[in-house]
């Protein structure tokens, strides 16, 4: 029961920690960039910190005891979405092998993501999952089943959507609202039967499981982002632990900033919609593509042959 409100408790444990450790030695090391800009303040707070409440000092000392609904998550400056041109990285088809190490590559890049997990490894990687929790990242359901729910029909499309969904509860965290159907595979008639649902597509699809290529990856992130992306990208594809950290260089350099896809819709994703990306903020304007593309060596760019590559998920 713990764990459910460990993301409430986080930030503000980790404040009165600070507080009460005696103060700014303490901060500089939960917040290496000082927290002078706002991407950073408040990535370095949920996904800097390793996901382990720290043993006391002295056994014997006093217990402070704080109650979560004490603490709002003010403590923790807030992404404005209106204001800033966000963009949220996005990963399915896991829990699985190179989740880990991508776990550890947000974490060393202070970058939150939102995960999009099947069911039945939900239950076999249970750590792993509560561990992404754990880093901040945001937690959705890819379903239990892995199939195109349009072709399960609306009650079953339903069933496999919440059966995914009581493998993330059983595991101990949060009932998710955040859904990506297998394959994008969605229509009006699911999303009327199963309201309580935010269907979260794309716009940005990198092609990672089919390319499995780091300069491809990247290349998709670099001509097709815009503010307000949802970027859709596999835990499953190997090639991604070469392109995320270049990606997320990347993106900062060219003015973006990462947060979940919660965060892009000001906290909470619509329910009862499909979702493609969030809204583009007014000001400040980018350019994407200022920045220079990484260099990755052992790859090249393939011909290009004009053709629609296959829908992905
Ligand atoms: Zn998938």
Same mark, same amino acid.
């Given at each position: 029961m713990a764990k459910r409100y460990w993301g409430f408790w986080r930030v503000p444990l980790i404040v009165a920690v600070v507080a009460l450790g005696g103060g700014t030695a303490a901060w500089a090391v939960l917040s290496p960039t000082g927290g002078d800009e706002l991407s950073g303040a408040s990535g370095v707070l949920t996904a800097g910190f390793p996901g382990q409440m720290p043993a006391p000092a002295d056994p014997a000392a006093p217990t402070v005891r704080l109650q979560p609904e004490a603490f709002a998550l003010a403590e923790e400056p807030a992404v404005d979405c209106d204001k800033v041109n966000c963009v949220a990285l996005t990963f399915d088809d896991g829990p699985g092998e190179y989740g880990d190490a991508l776990l550890d590559l947000l974490a060393e890049k202070n970058a939150r993501a939102t995960f999009f997990y099947l069911g039945p490894p939900t239950i076999t990687h249970a750590e792993m999952v509560n561990r992404a929790a754990a880093d901040g990242h945001a937690? +959705?359901?890819?379903?239990?089943?892995?199939?195109?729910? %349009? !072709?399960? +029909?609306?009650? /079953?499309?339903? !069933?496999? #959507?919440?059966? *995914? +969904?009581?493998a993330i509860e059983a595991i101990g965290l949060p009932a998710p609202v955040l859904l990506r159907p297998p394959y994008g595979a969605i229509n009006g008639a699911i999303v009327a039967a199963c309201p309580q649902w935010s269907f979260v597509l794309w716009n940005v699809d990198t092609m990672d499981w089919s390319t499995k290529d780091a300069v491809q990856i990247m290349e998709r992130v670099r001509l097709d982002t815009k503010p307000g992306s949802i970027i859709l990208m596999h835990e499953t594809v190997e090639a991604e632990l070469t392109a995320v950290p270049l990606a997320i260089d990347w993106l900062r350099a060219n003015g973006f900033v990462l947060v979940t896809v919660p965060e892009l819709? *000001?906290?909470? #994703?619509? #329910? /009862? !919609?499909?979702?493609? /990306? +969030?809204? #583009?903020? %007014?000001?400040?304007?980018? %350019?994407?593509g200022q920045a220079t593309v990484p260099v990755i060596a052992g790859s090249r760019l393939p011909p290009d042959t004009g053709e629609v590559p296959a829908a992905a998920g």
């Open positions: 937690i +959705g359901s890819h379903a239990a089943r892995h199939v195109q729910m %349009t !072709e399960q +029909g609306p009650a /079953g499309a339903c !069933e496999n #959507a919440a059966t *995914g +969904g009581q819709f *000001g906290g909470q #994703a619509p #329910a /009862g !919609e499909r979702v493609y /990306g +969030g809204p #583009a903020p %007014t000001v400040p304007e980018v %350019t994407p």
